[in-house]
Structures are given as C-alpha cells and as structure tokens.
Nanobody, 118 residues
Framework: QVQFVESGGGLVQPGGSLSVSCVAS????????MGWFRQAPGKEREFVAGISSGGATIKYSDSVRGRFTISRDNAKNTAYLQMSSLKPDDTGVYFCNVPDRTGGRHPWGQGTQVTVSS
C-alpha cells in the first residue's frame, strides 16, 4: 500500500526557516506528481505546492509563493519543502500526497507539525 512519512517539522520564530521531508513508498515515485498540503487548527487541509514527476513543472499557492520551495529526489523517493520567511499563519500539520481533484489520491500520513511562534 502507498505510505507517506513526513518529518522535519518543529517550532520556529516568525521570519525563520525550516525544511520538511516526505518519504514515499508503495508507488512509482519517479512518475508521480507530488504535492505538499497543510492543515491549520480548525481549518480544512489546503494545497501548498506541487511538483511534476521530473521537476519541470512547479506550482505554489498564492500564500506561499516566493517563500517556499518544493523539490524532489527521485532516487530517494523523497519530496522536500523548504520554507523561509515563515509567518504565524504558516502554522499547521504538513502532509505530502499525490494531488488530485479531491485533494490527495492516497491515504494520508501522520504529517509533521510546523509551529511559527515567538
């Protein structure tokens, strides 16, 4: 079965940087578009960034464009999200998945908590 294991979250001050990772298994990672999503307390999960299988096409939500960078290493079945100039509104649990019209195509992993606070 498809599994995603996210890691790298933590507590960071506003304006700081953090990088999170996602290791995928049970799917052909190298041909899969990957996406990062987040869910803030009391809110629905939202799309943050996506990257095509070869990395040529990248999309960001308006709220993170210019501050976040998505990347991938197909040899390691891993997707990354580098976050900078973090704001308190970036606080939430960050997940990865294969994006589709319903959100994520596969069962969600545990996610990794990112908290931006002074």
């Amino acid at each position: 079965q498809v599994q995603f294991v996210e890691s790298g979250g933590g507590l960071v001050q506003p304006g700081g940087s953090l990088s999170v990772s996602c290791v995928a298994s049970g799917l052909t990672f190298s041909v899969s578009t990957m996406g990062w999503f987040r869910q803030a307390p009391g809110k629905e999960r939202e799309f943050v960034a996506g990257i095509s299988s070869g990395g040529a096409t990248i999309k960001y939500s308006d709220s993170v464009r210019g501050r976040f960078t998505i990347s991938r290493d197909n040899a390691k079945n891993t997707a990354y999200l580098q976050m900078s100039s973090l704001k308190p509104d970036d606080t939430g649990v960050y997940f990865c998945n294969v994006p589709d019209r319903t959100g994520g195509r596969h069962p969600w992993g545990q996610g990794t908590q990112v908290t931006v606070s002074s």
